[in-house]
């Protein structure tokens, strides 16, 4: 049996009822009209200056009033998800609820089939396939699973870029394409208006971005999270999440490729930092 890693900084939050997939269709960046019962995707809910309020996985499943919709995100913006959820909602037929104490996030990073496990919901992890799979359990279910330890989760999501909110950047100051949610099945550019829509798509059509989390390699254990990053005296990002000498850091790629035209070293506290970037 594959082991799970228990996602203990996860919360759910549950929109259901008749218009659940036309609302959130509407605000978030995903295209939430077309998902079907078993589907998960990858989604964030914007500012209208573009910029990331809260990211979070959305697991459908079948329901007596159409899908249920359940938010897997942080669970310190639980609070803010619940409160941008209900300004939005208006007159749409739909019940939000917060219900973190009832289900807990799992992932099965090594698991190249579906999981042999009761789960409310489980799906392949939308953002790449090297993150094996992902799901949503009671948590009486959740303590009988065979566990794996965080770190093993954590190196797969570092070695994709995939960023985690609040440690790889800051809720509220970053854009998707900053977060990699572009590269990740995040924003679906095709689905049309939601909130904040007008900033990423000019983003995506002026050209690179100037920041991005990038993923590093550093001889020995990576720096702490939040470590400035300089290249002699040229400010160009912070760290993030790592594991061993791996690790992600939201960097200025522009200072980045001038750093190495230059033969200047990028170092975080002494540590010198060798940088894998993916153009475009």
């Known amino acids: 049996m594959t082991s799970a890693t228990l996602l203990s900084d996860r919360g759910v939050v549950e929109v259901a009822g008749p218009d659940a997939a036309k609302y959130l269709h509407g605000i978030l960046t995903q295209n939430v009209k077309t998902i ?21 996985f959305i697991f459908a499943r ?34 939000i609820t917060d219900r973190s104490a009832d289900y807990a996030s799992v992932a099965f990073p090594e698991a190249t089939a579906k999981p042999a496990i009761d789960a409310i919901a489980l799906s392949p992890d939308p953002r790449a396939e090297s993150l094996g799979w992902r799901g949503l359990v009671t948590r009486e279910i959740a303590g009988t699973l065979a566990t794996a330890p ?25 854009f998707p394409h900053e977060a990699n949610m572009d590269r990740l099945a995040g924003v679906d550019f095709k689905k049309g208006c939601f909130l904040g829509q007008e900033v990423v798509s000019r983003m995506k059509h002026r050209g ?20 400035t990053i300089k290249a002699g005296e040229v400010e160009i990002g912070v760290t993030g999440s790592a594991v061993g000498g791996e690790g992600l850091a939201l960097i200025r790629l522009d200072r980045l490729a001038d750093a190495k035209a230059g033969g200047s070293t990028p170092l975080a506290n002494g540590v010198p930092l060798e940088f894998t970037v993916v153009e475009g």
């Open 208 to 227: 690179p971005v100037r920041k991005r989390v990038a993923t590093f390699h550093a001889e020995g254990a990576a720096p702490a999270p939040g470590t």
């Open 150 to 174: 965080r770190d093993a989760y954590d190196a797969k999501r570092i070695a994709a870029a995939a960023p985690e909110g609040g440690l790889d950047f800051v809720y509220g100051d970053a």
């Open 62 to 95: 079948a329901g007596e009033e159409g899908l249920v919709l359940l938010l897997d995100c942080a669970s310190n913006m639980v609070e803010t998800l619940l409160d941008r959820l209900k300004f939005y909602k208006l007159r749409a037929a739909v019940t």
């Open 36 to 56: 079907e019962a078993g589907e998960l995707r990858f989604a964030a809910l914007l500012t209208p200056q573009g910029k990331i309020i809260v990211d979070f």
